[in-house]
DNA sequence: GGCAAATTTGCGCGTCACGAAAGTTTCGGT
DNA sequence: ACCGAAACTTTCGTGACGCGCAAATTTGCC
């Protein structure tokens, strides 16, 4: 694994490199083959998941996870480059998917109110408290150090695809224009705020209106904030 | 290192266990200790870039480093988990400092103009172009794939002590108010997209300028699409 | 059925992260 | 200036990891 790139290829072909991961979503289409690499990835994914919460991260070998999920040592690391990877990749998917929601909003649609739909749609139904799995699982990659590193990783990522999708929405390009990256950093944001919050609240509440809630505090908390109207900006 | 933490507390102390890494601006205070330590640190860090970037990443060995810096394989991690940490090390300084200029700022100023000084106060004069090492520097940080995972993390660690710090500012908590995260998420997508950007820059221009120009995007882009002012909200 | 391409697997190696304990340096009180 | 405690470094050892390589197996397609 060598090095030489042009500068921002890399961060798009890193991207890529983890949007390339067949969704889960491609559950319909293609034949056996790419069926089952879907099959096999959810399954180490989840296992790891799984075994990690209930035995403690520290208690999980690479090894062990490839054995729950049928296959071979090596082939783990086919799919992912670590444990930790494999834990976050539900997570990773998600992220993913959001962008796909937003290229797919009605074309007229105002962005706000895209990206807002986009956001939701990947969290299920409004009134839907998450079932104790993926609890678990959420407050697991959140509370281990070890993992919130892979977490930070895949927020990053995702908000790189994020970007792609509003631009696209916007008609700019993402290498003249920055305002996309910004706003998908904003978002990206309000969504991790929004899964922090959730996970502290006591009484459990479902996700979805904390999440829209957030982003309604993000467009309200912007209004307070934004500078006067730029006068004759200076120099470029 | 076990797991448990409670949910939301563990990446504070995950930010913390960053932060309480001993700043190059801790140079003037302190005893001979600290002085050391800090010392040892950048020593590691310049040696991890400066090896990496001439020599390319897979090249360089954890050794290598330990040498280069004049000391034991073991205290390299001691001070860092992998050398991609140590390579990072420097923009981990760098963002963390963001907060603390953050903070420096007189009281009454509007946040907008507190942040966007705070920002640039980290880059330098307004005119400087930075040396060919610190491009290089960067360039291999956003260049290589292995590296960027390390540069996310530390960029989304940023993020939480930039939250921290305009919490301050608005006098609210983090707890409670999402704001400030997802105003410290934009702000810090608009440096990222300003870096790279600048990186793409053919006849080189200064960086700061376009740092401002980044966040004069963010403040112009919200405008216009920011949704109509919210109408008395739904559930909460 | 059978060939080409993709995927899995076994093997091996160099590297890494880190616990434990002993050695060394710094600090603070007297 | 000395001494004991605390902090930091070092040596040693180990289990695990990440991945290149090449052989074996499975899948896709005609």
């Known amino acids: 694994m060598l090095t030489a790139v042009t500068a921002a290829e890399a961060i ?17 289409t293609a034949g056996l083959r790419e069926r089952k690499k879907v099959a096999t990835r ?12 209930d035995r403690g991260l520290d208690n999980v070998l690479v090894e062990d996870i490839a054995e729950a999920a049928g296959v071979s040592p090596r082939t783990f690391n086919n799919y992912f480059a670590s444990k930790y990877e494999a834990i976050c990749a539900l997570q990773q998917d998600r992220a993913m998917r959001i962008g796909q929601a937003l290229r797919a909003r009605p074309a007229g649609e105002p962005l706000w109110e895209s990206v807002t739909q986009a956001v939701l749609s990947q969290f299920g139904p409004a009134s839907h408290t ?12 959140v509370t281990t150090p ?90 470029g």
């Open 146 to 235: 070890a993992l919130i590193g892979e977490y930070l990783k895949v927020q990053g990522l995702a908000q790189y695809h994020l970007a792609e999708a509003i631009a696209e929405r916007l008609g700019t390009s993402p290498e003249t224009d920055m305002f996309p990256r910004i706003m998908a950093g904003a978002v990206t944001a309000a969504m991790q705020a929004a899964i922090e919050r959730w996970l502290r609240s006591d009484p459990p509440v479902p996700l979805v209106p904390l999440m829209r809630q957030s982003l309604r505090q993000f467009a309200d908390g912007m209004r307070g904030v934004l500078p006067a109207e730029t006068e004759l900006a200076d120099s």
């Open 42 to 53: 959810q399954s180490l994914s989840e296992a790891a998941m799984r075994l990690a919460v």
């Open 12 to 28: 798009t072909s890193a991207v890529e490199h983890l949007a390339r991961q067949p969704l889960a979503s491609a559950h319909e």
């Open 130 to 141: 998450p079932d104790k799995a993926w609890i678990a699982g959420i407050r697991l990659v």
